[in-house]
């Protein structure tokens, strides 16, 4: 399978930066999927929740507030405010769970794009 | 002797003056390695917003015939209003960081009332604020403690009132001030004009290898809410600068003070000896002569 790069930016630093099969964004008009080879594209980003299918198969959450997101044929850039990675790997899950929740309580987005960014997080949490 | 004693109470209060310039350089070269690391890695996330920006700007510019029409992006040939935020340090000791900000404020300052035009001054760090509170000249926004510790919020949070005043119309212009990091020795004064933002600075006419397709369809909005965020990022951005400058003067300038102090010790030490010295000859002449008189 055709690979992409993908590349997460926060004001903090670079986040993820590696070669991706697919990655599902939460378009503030819906959310989307990139496969390599996107038309040029840009899109504001709503809160919710950025899924990576790996190179290696695996699946990486990242729960974020709010951003944008460039796509174009070779490379995805998204420049998010706040991420947090739901990943089991660095210790504890029930604590970035929190905390990503905590992230997407804390923005303006509206009631439902909060209730639905968080069952998407819970659900994740259950896969763990 | 009592010229003796005073030489040698005043060696000790400068060492103790040169043990403290010493800690406040070492802790000083400490916080600056990490809010250059802080610069570094937000300087990505700088770069990458203006890649953005660029690209819509680009192509608003392509399909629009005049040219970019955006209040963000216009030229403003005769300001009214002037917005004017500068950041200095919450505290000093720092050579001549913060009175160099200060000048460049008023300079600018001085350049737009000749122009006849309002300035609205907005400051950052307790320095500055002193500065304007002392010469009672009026500040429309003041806050301290963000310049000591940069926080993407609250630094948000304080420009963003200042842009909902230009897209309101209340004011033309937003100028940025600040001292900033170039090395770990010298700094330089940055000017940076926040809005409108500079359309001459951004690469309008490289070709795009293919149709930009934007989500939401209408520019203007992704455009809005990305002039908020650039606006936002430059701001806490320049805090971060700020802050790497102002420990790498505070760093100079306690390392300044050390070596003066050291100088000083050196001085005093031999005037020291000198004094001993001389009292020494003079009790030496007051022995011989009294055994010289009982002769």
């Known amino acids: 399978m055709e690979l992409m790069k993908l590349e997460i930016v926060t004001p903090t630093g670079v986040i993820f930066d590696a070669e991706v099969k697919q990655v599902t964004l939460p378009g503030s008009e819906g959310e989307f999927g990139v496969l390599p080879k996107h038309a040029t594209l840009v899109s504001l980003l709503d809160t919710g929740v950025i899924v990576i299918n790996k190179a290696d198969g695996s699946e990486l959450a990242v729960a974020i507030n709010s951003g944008y997101v460039k796509v174009d044929e070779e490379k995805t850039t998204c420049i998010v405010d706040g991420a947090v990675s739901l990943s089991g790997e660095d210790g504890d899950i029930a604590a970035a769970l929190e905390e990503a929740k905590k992230l997407i309580k804390s923005t303006e987005a509206s009631s439902s794009a909060i209730a639905a960014a968080v069952s998407k997080v819970e659900q994740i949490g259950k896969s763990y | ?295």
Do not use: W
């Open chain 2, 1 to 295: 002797m009592a010229n003796l004693k005073e030489i040698k109470r005043k060696i000790g209060s400068v060492k103790n003056t040169q043990k403290t310039t010493k800690a406040m350089k070492l802790v000083s070269s400490a916080k600056l390695k990490r809010t250059e690391e802080l610069a570094k890695r937000s300087r990505v996330y700088a770069a990458k917003l203006t890649e953005l920006l660029n690209e819509i700007a680009q192509k608003m510019h392509q399909n629009n015939v005049g040219g970019l029409d955006n209040i963000y992006f216009r030229d403003v040939v005769n300001p009214k209003v002037v917005d004017i935020v500068f950041i200095t340090a919450d505290k000093g000791l720092c050579g001549g960081f913060n009175a160099q900000t200060i000048k460049r404020v008023n300079q600018l300052i001085a350049t737009y009332k000749a122009q006849d035009v309002k300035i609205r001054l907005r400051a950052v760090g307790r320095k500055g604020i002193d500065y304007y509170k002392f010469n009672n000249i009026d500040l429309n926004d003041q806050v301290i403690g963000l310049s000591a510790a940069p926080n993407f919020e609250q630094a948000a949070a304080f420009i963003s009132d200042i842009s909902a005043a230009y897209a309101r119309g209340e004011t033309d212009k937003i100028v940025l001030v600040h001292n900033g990091y170039v090395s770990m020795i010298a700094q330089e004064i940055r000017e940076d004009q926040v809005l409108p933002i500079d359309a001459s600075k951004l690469a309008l006419n490289t070709v795009s290898t293919s149709e930009l397709e934007v989500e939401p369809d209408d520019d203007d909005t992704l455009l809005e809410a990305l002039v908020k965020r650039y606006v936002e990022y430059t701001m806490y951005y320049s805090l971060i600068d700020s802050l790497a400058a102002e420990h790498s003067a505070r760093m100079q300038a306690m390392d300044a003070a050390t070596t003066n102090a050291k100088q000083m010790v050196k001085e005093l030490t031999v005037k020291y000896n000198k004094a001993r010295q001389e009292s020494i000859t003079t009790e030496l002449i007051e022995i011989i002569s009294g055994v010289e008189s009982m002769k």
